[in-house]
């Protein structure tokens, strides 16, 4: 099943609508030295002026004044900028969405799902603006007290991927914010309407709240600005999200000037079915998980490690779904698989099955091309799956489209050991009815990804945990639960109310 496209023009009018109603003007004019395109049809939508490098020294500069006095701004006072957003976001939900849609080709209810995630992310912050807890500990010295503050860290560095344009960055700025920081966001190149549009949204939220105007910066340009951002020794904390490759670069360049660094990098996400599953409910947990957003998920379900007794009907099941799954137009409301993202996408994942049937794979299902003569730039590739006689090095890789590589395992160890035999660490699962199989895939020699889930795919979390993961995804939490630490610095405090100065560790002097 295949639907027939919008065209550009149609597109080009929706996005400047969607733009006009955020409050969003857009950088272009004489200056427009990029384009924001979209991969429905494949085709420029509006021209650009890029930042240069030397903009990157005033966006920070203003952040870092502003951060003076927000600061000293009361938690609960930097949460009610966020409550306005969030109440922003709500109303202008259908905009953002479309312009997600129009720039990333999400589906309309993964485009909604996405603004959801951020009006979401905004109620969590506004709570954590009164509950930044430090903790008070006995001291070992009479008449003393020890205990710990958080404070606001300084200038954050936003780098965020296309695929999700605008929660990753709500999930960084509306924590940020509440910590008493600043931001200068640089978003991907691929998606800057979207990102237009939200800096519209919060600075109309900053003035509505009596905030700083340069408590967030927009920077929209390539890599020289991105490094320039990372580089920046009044850039408190670097939070960069996409490929294990950039954060190979960013990590260590941070790190040489000892600034903080939070990285989301790649995923090589598995789910494991055994024998005792439901297998309704696996084929609907795997297909949202490796077809949904075009496999275009950090948390995509990537690999498959059934349990060979099962692996036929499994398999058989999955590929029934994808040979059902309408891919098209993302704006029709029945379409569940949009574009891939560019045309290198489309190579990687060409390339990707290639390989695998050199490993000796069997293609079960997609792999083609769609819409090739409606759009020539647009590719809408059918979600792959394919048989694989073993992990190989392909399947270790992570290739960013819908491709699903499926193994066969005997034991439970051998499949914890495909699960962890990677070098990523983000998302994992497991579908079972046994409940000791649960238990030992979440106990400490069980998954060893950030994310471990029992009867549900590996993508799709909700904000109120922490996300992110191990080894090469970088080790980086974002969003819910304490992530909210990496935002703040911690000073311990050791207070004397007594007339006496006795000395820690029974030490005496003078
Ligand atoms: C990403 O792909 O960078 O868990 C983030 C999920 C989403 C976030 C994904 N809530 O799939």
């Known amino acids: 099943?295949?639907?027939?496209?919008?065209?550009?023009?149609?597109?080009?009018?929706?996005?400047?609508?969607?733009?006009?109603?955020?409050?969003?003007?857009?950088?272009?004019?004489?200056?427009?030295?990029?384009?924001?395109?979209?991969?429905?049809?494949?085709e420029s939508l509006l021209p650009l002026a890029r930042s240069a490098a030397g903009d990157v020294d005033a966006a920070v500069g203003a952040a870092r004044r502003a951060f003076e006095s927000w600061r000293t701004t009361p938690a609960?006072?930097?949460?009610?900028?966020?409550?306005?957003?969030?109440?922003?976001?709500?109303?202008?939900?259908?905009?953002?969405?479309?312009?997600?849609?129009?720039?990333?080709?999400?589906?309309?209810?993964?485009a909604l799902g996405e603004v959801q995630e951020m009006?979401?992310?905004?109620?969590?912050?506004?709570?954590?603006?009164?509950?930044?807890?430090?903790?008070?500990?006995?001291?070992?010295?009479?008449?003393?007290?020890?205990?710990?503050?958080?404070?606001?860290?300084?200038?954050?560095?936003?780098?965020?991927?296309?695929?999700?344009?605008?929660?990753?960055?709500?999930?960084?700025?509306?924590?940020?914010?509440?910590?008493?920081?600043?931001?200068?966001?640089?978003?991907?190149?691929?998606?800057?309407?979207?990102a237009l549009a939200c800096d519209a949204l919060l600075a109309r939220a900053a003035a509505d709240a009596g905030a700083p105007p340069d408590v967030h910066r927009l920077l929209l340009g390539a890599r020289d600005v991105g490094e320039r951002l990372v580089d920046d020794p009044r850039v408190a904390l670097v939070s960069a999200t996409g490929s294990v490759r950039m954060g190979r670069e960013v990590g260590p360049r941070v790190a040489a000037r000892f600034g903080r660094s939070?990285?989301?990098?790649?995923?090589?996400?598995?789910?494991?079915?055994?024998?005792?599953?439901?297998?309704?409910?696996?084929?609907?947990?795997?297909?949202?998980?490796?077809?949904?957003?075009?496999?275009?998920?950090?948390?995509?379900?990537?690999?498959?490690?059934?349990?060979?007794?099962?692996?036929?009907?499994?398999?058989?099941?999955?590929?029934?779904?994808?040979?059902?799954?309408?891919?098209?137009?993302?704006?029709?409301?029945?379409?569940?698989v949009g574009p891939l993202i560019s045309a290198r996408a489309h190579d990687a994942m060409r390339g990707a099955l290639e390989r695998a049937a050199a490993d000796g794979g069997t293609v079960l299902a997609g792999g083609g091309r769609r819409l090739r003569e409606a759009a020539p730039d647009a590719y809408y590739a059918e979600p792959a799956v394919v048989r694989m006689p073993a992990q190989t090095e392909v399947v270790r890789e992570e290739t960013f489209a819908p491709v699903l590589y499926a193994v066969t395992y005997r034991t439970y160890e051998e499949a914890i050991a495909l699960n962890n035999g990677v070098p990523q660490g983000l998302s994992s699962s497991v579908f079972t009815r046994d409940q000791r199989e649960a238990e030992r895939f979440l106990a400490a020699d069980g998954s060893d990804c950030g994310i471990a889930n029992v009867n549900i795919g590996t993508s799709g979390a909700e904000i109120g945990g922490a996300f992110g993961?191990?080894?090469?995804?970088?080790?980086?939490?974002?969003?819910?639960?304490?992530?909210?630490?990496?935002?703040?610095?911690?000073?311990?405090?050791?207070?004397?109310?007594?007339?006496?100065?006795?000395?820690?560790?029974?030490?005496?002097?003078?």
């Not at 300084?154 to 940020?176: D, L, Q, Y």
């Not at 789910?271 to 995509?300: E, H, M, N």
Request: aromatic share 6%; glycine share 10%.
């Open 1 to 42: 099943m295949t639907s027939a496209l919008p065209t550009t023009d149609r597109l080009r009018e929706r996005a400047l609508e969607s733009l006009r109603r955020c409050g969003a003007a857009l950088p272009g004019g004489a200056d427009a030295d990029a384009a924001a395109r979209t991969p429905i049809t494949g």
């Open 76 to 110: 609960p006072g930097r949460g009610a900028l966020v409550r306005r957003l969030g109440d922003l976001l709500r109303e202008h939900k259908a905009d953002l969405a479309d312009l997600v849609t129009i720039e990333a080709g999400k589906i309309r209810s993964e």
């Open 119 to 194: 009006i979401d992310v905004c109620e969590f912050a506004v709570g954590l603006s009164r509950q930044l807890y430090g903790r008070t500990m006995p001291s070992e010295r009479p008449g003393h007290r020890l205990m710990e503050t958080w404070h606001p860290l300084g200038v954050v560095g936003v780098v965020s991927a296309f695929n999700f344009p605008v929660a990753v960055w709500s999930w960084n700025t509306a924590i940020a914010l509440v910590c008493g920081d600043t931001v200068v966001w640089k978003p991907s190149e691929l998606t800057p309407l979207t």
């Open 262 to 336: 939070l990285l989301e990098l790649g995923g090589n996400n598995a789910a494991v079915v055994t024998p005792s599953a439901d297998l309704d409910l696996a084929t609907r947990g795997v297909v949202f998980s490796a077809a949904g957003t075009a496999g275009q998920r950090c948390t995509t379900l990537r690999r498959l490690i059934v349990h060979e007794d099962v692996a036929d009907e499994l398999l058989e099941r999955v590929v029934d779904a994808y040979a059902k799954l309408p891919i098209g137009d993302p704006f029709d409301g029945t379409t569940l």
């Open 469 to 510: 993961g191990e080894k090469e995804t970088g080790g980086g939490r974002e969003s819910g639960s304490d992530a909210w630490r990496a935002y703040m610095r911690r000073a311990t405090n050791t207070v004397n109310h007594s007339e006496e100065l006795p000395l820690a560790q029974g030490v005496s002097f003078l």
